[in-house]
């Protein structure tokens, strides 16, 4: 069945990098992306990248597909207290808005 | 407005009592997303309404859910008869012609 994994927790010291890593099942999806829940906030998307692509660099973000083995990471560099945050991974489809399929988000500290 | 707004911010309710919680969309945006955020877990999506078309109530957990969108703008979810595994963050969304999904700040309901 469809299935989208994330490990839960991570914590990293600020100034190093910090690589977020995903694994899904469907392999017929569109989009991939990354969404930022902060404490007591909604969901914002960070970043997303098309399936055919391997690489996306959005300032200090940076997303890798590996699409053979299924895996999405978000990395970010120089990592600062204010990222900390819950990032969720999730698979899009296109032309079915309603199917993102989500993970369980995996919670980043950052630690001065 | 600017963005996504949900009321009730927080709501605490005896359990057998029904509430009302309300989404307002982005202006213009036709898709409209509610899912359910339960405590160290992902999203599970409920409903999703797309302009006139009928809702995708497929992931409604039981008939004590409903939704209803008026005019193709605000919604409100109700649960009737609420229980204490009712208790979560209750997250609304919209889209406009992409696929990117904005998200309100969240309802978070607690049932005693």
């Known amino acids: 069945g469809e299935d989208v994994e994330q490990s839960l927790f991570l914590s990293v010291r600020e100034g190093d990098s910090s690589v977020i890593n995903c694994t899904y099942t469907?392999?017929?999806?569109?989009?991939l992306y990354w969404y930022k829940q902060e404490p007591g906030a909604g969901l914002q998307l960070l970043t997303y990248?098309?399936?055919n692509m391997d690489m996306k660099q959005d300032q200090r973000l940076t997303v890798l597909l590996n699409k053979k083995d299924k895996h999405l990471s978000l990395r970010i560099a120089d990592t600062q207290t204010g990222d900390s945050a819950i990032y969720f991974c999730?698979?899009?489809?296109?032309?079915?808005?309603?199917?993102?399929?989500w993970g369980l988000g995996t919670s980043l500290a950052v630690n001065p | 407005g600017a963005g996504v707004s949900q009321s009730p911010s927080n709501k605490v309710t005896e359990k057998g009592k029904d509430v009302e919680l309300r989404c307002d969309p982005i202006?213009?945006?036709?898709?409209l997303y509610w899912y359910r955020q339960s405590l160290g877990q992902g999203l599970e999506f409920l409903i999703y309404?797309?302009?006139?078309?009928?809702?995708?109530k497929s992931g409604l957990p039981s008939d004590r859910f409903s939704a209803e969108r008026t005019g193709g703008s605000v919604s409100t979810l109700t649960i009737q008869r609420t229980q204490q595994e009712d208790s979560a963050v209750y997250l609304c969304?919209?889209?406009?012609?992409?696929?990117?999904?904005?998200f309100g700040p969240g309802t978070r309901l607690t049932v005693t």
């Open positions: 969304a919209s889209a406009g012609g992409g696929d990117e999904q904005y």
């Open positions: 202006s213009g945006h036709t898709a």
């Open positions: 309404f797309q302009g006139n078309s009928a809702p995708d």
């Open positions: 469907d392999s017929s999806s569109t989009y």
């Open positions: 990248i098309f399936s």
């Open positions: 999730a698979e899009g489809f296109a032309g079915n808005n309603r199917k993102l399929i």
